[in-house]
């Protein structure tokens, strides 16, 4: 597959959706609380959108519908034209925290994921493609290093890793470097970027940064609460790949400025 | 933080350490041990406590070198202290067994958290040497009524131990594993019961002090063979030196069985760089 995604370069294929939402919604019948309404979202192939909006206005929710950890109350949730009724191996998941197991290695808490699902010997059989994961994100030599010898940004770069030994067709952010200090979390947005551009990932980011939703994403859908809904979806047109210097150009500061206007500025946090 | 040999001296701050801290632990250890025999003779010189209820610690120590010449040349009392061991070492095992599983139904499943943790409390608020009598009307005055009594104290810390740890995993872990589609089986067995392990460690520790009070009072009750037997023989002679040189032999024992835990857990829990506050519980 991935040798099919070279040779068609994306911009000369129309995109192909990868993930669709159709009018997703979650009530919580024991307290009777709409916590999503009505949510329409479609991840075209090697696209990166992003959703933000405040503390408790259904994100979170969203996200584990998504990744099948909850079924909606209504709609349609279709991954690669087939229904999501729980977890799946091909999407991938990363968390604020890095949630490396400490008495296993780096490469044993990568391959974590296949170990789960087909066994030890099949986890081992991936230890090549671990290691050329761990090289793609930088960490190259690593493998046999506990997690407790980790910095917190080369712990997210091994969750990174994680993630994709799968090769998962869809990615899920939930906040991934918020944990990490600011300079570190602006380097790793960009070596997400990177990473997603070299596979042509398809990727959905949950945030509570604006400027990491902006200099990201193809698509920002800026999300309200109480219902949780999309009340607006921001088209960043931006040239890729993206640098840090964007932060400072007009473009970037009016685009902010845009999604800053539609958010409710008193519940956001 | 480098010395700086440019800069005036005035200029220069450096941390004090009081005179203390430069002392090393053992002298300190050794300066109350000496200040608690001087205490000890003083009080025996004075006269004011008789010799049966408080022996010198000159008669203590020639006590405690007939104890260990007898030990060491294999005499009866070898064989005495063997009995206890073996009662400790069988009740450990046992009540490790039997208080991990019991751990892990508690702690895992909602049918365990509700019908049978109850009656664990309820059990373990009971003063459990009253249960000595029990054990010996069932299984007689052998070794067998002293390790159920043993094993009777030291299974409920290591239930607790087991089920705490068994909560310790964080909702991080548990939604990884729900994502990576776990099965309940795998989650228990490649994060919960890892993650748990130092909780499960607590138990153990705790557990490994209370079977050896279990194996002496089930001999001071039950009467058998034991290191305990000879204890209760000396105090019935009114022997007290002899009473306190036994006791340190089953006080050596007891550090034993402690230290084999703190080096099971040191192995096991590789990852938890343990300092030696958590190492003494």
């Known amino acids: ?269 | 933080m480098s010395d700086t040999a440019a800069d005036p001296p005035s200029t220069v701050w450096v941390e004090k350490t009081s005179w203390y801290d430069r002392v090393p632990r053992w002298v300190s250890m050794l300066a109350i041990f000496v200040l608690a025999v001087s205490i000890w003779e003083a009080v025996h010189v004075s006269g004011l406590v008789s010799g049966i209820i408080l022996p010198s610690p000159a008669e203590t120590w020639r006590n405690i070198v007939f104890v260990g010449s007898n030990l060491l040349a294999g005499g009866y009392m070898l064989t005495a202290l063997w009995i206890t061991i073996q009662e400790v070492a069988y009740a450990f095992v046992l009540a490790t067994l039997i208080g991990f599983t019991l751990g892990v139904v508690v702690g895992e499943t909602t049918f365990g958290e509700r019908a049978i943790m109850p009656y664990l409390v309820a059990i373990d608020t009971m003063p459990k040497v009253a249960f000595a009598p029990l054990f010996i009307a069932w299984l007689g005055f052998g070794l067998e009524s002293k390790v159920a009594l043993a094993t009777f104290i030291a299974t409920f810390p290591i239930v607790v131990g087991t089920a705490a740890g068994l909560h310790a995993a964080d909702e991080n872990a548990r939604m990884l594993f729900r994502t990576m589609g776990a099965s309940r089986w795998q989650t228990l067995v490649k994060m919960k019961l890892p993650t748990g392990m130092p909780q499960f460690f607590t138990g153990l520790k705790i557990a490994s002090v209370g079977v050896m009070a279990g194996a002496i009072t089930g001999e001071f009750l039950g009467g058998g063979k034991g290191f305990g037997e000879l204890i209760r023989i000396a105090s019935t002679n009114l022997d007290t030196a002899r009473v306190f040189a036994l006791i340190v032999y089953l006080s050596f024992v007891g550090l034993a069985c402690f230290g084999l835990v703190v080096f099971l857990q040191r192995r096991l829990i590789f990852w938890q760089r343990s300092s030696a506050a958590s190492a003494s519980m």
Not at chain 1, 33 to 49: M, P, R
Not at chain 1, 61 to 80: C, D, F, N, Q, R
Not at chain 1, 225 to 236: K, L, Q, T
Not at chain 1, 245 to 266: E, H, N, Q, S, Y
Request: a positive charge.
């Open chain 1, 1 to 269: 597959m991935s040798v099919a995604r070279q040779a068609l370069s994306p911009a000369t294929v129309a995109a192909r959706p990868v993930y669709q939402l159709r009018g997703v919604s979650k009530t919580y019948a024991k307290r009777n609380i709409q916590a999503l309404g009505a949510v329409d979202l479609t991840l075209t192939e090697g696209s990166f959108c992003s959703v933000i909006g405040a503390s408790g206005c259904g994100k979170s929710t969203l996200l584990k519908i998504m990744a099948g950890l909850a079924p909606p109350s209504a709609g349609s949730v279709m991954l690669e034209g087939k229904p999501v009724v729980g977890p799946r191996r091909d999407i991938g998941m990363m968390f604020q925290q890095a949630t490396l197991f400490p008495w296993r290695t780096t490469i044993e808490n990568i391959v974590l994921p296949i170990e789960i699902r087909d066994g030890k010997q099949a986890a081992r059989a991936k230890h090549d493609e671990a290691r050329r994961l761990l090289e793609l994100v930088g960490l190259k030599g690593f493998e046999g290093v506990y997690p407790s010898e980790l910095s917190g940004g080369m712990a997210q770069r091994a969750a990174i890793c994680r993630m994709l030994i799968t090769e998962p067709a869809v990615l899920l952010l939930d906040e991934p470097f918020s944990a990490l200090d600011e300079l570190t979390r602006e380097y790793m947005n960009m070596e997400l970027q990177r990473i997603c551009l070299e596979r042509n990932a398809t990727a959905f980011l949950v945030t509570h940064s604006i400027p990491e939703a902006v200099i990201l994403s193809d698509v920002v859908h800026v999300m309200s609460p109480r219902p949780g809904r999309f009340v607006e979806s921001i088209e960043i047109d931006l040239p890729r790949p993206r640098t840090l210097d964007m932060i400072t150009t007009p473009r970037f500061g009016a685009l902010v400025d845009r999604i800053r206007a539609r958010l409710d500025k008193g519940s956001f946090l």
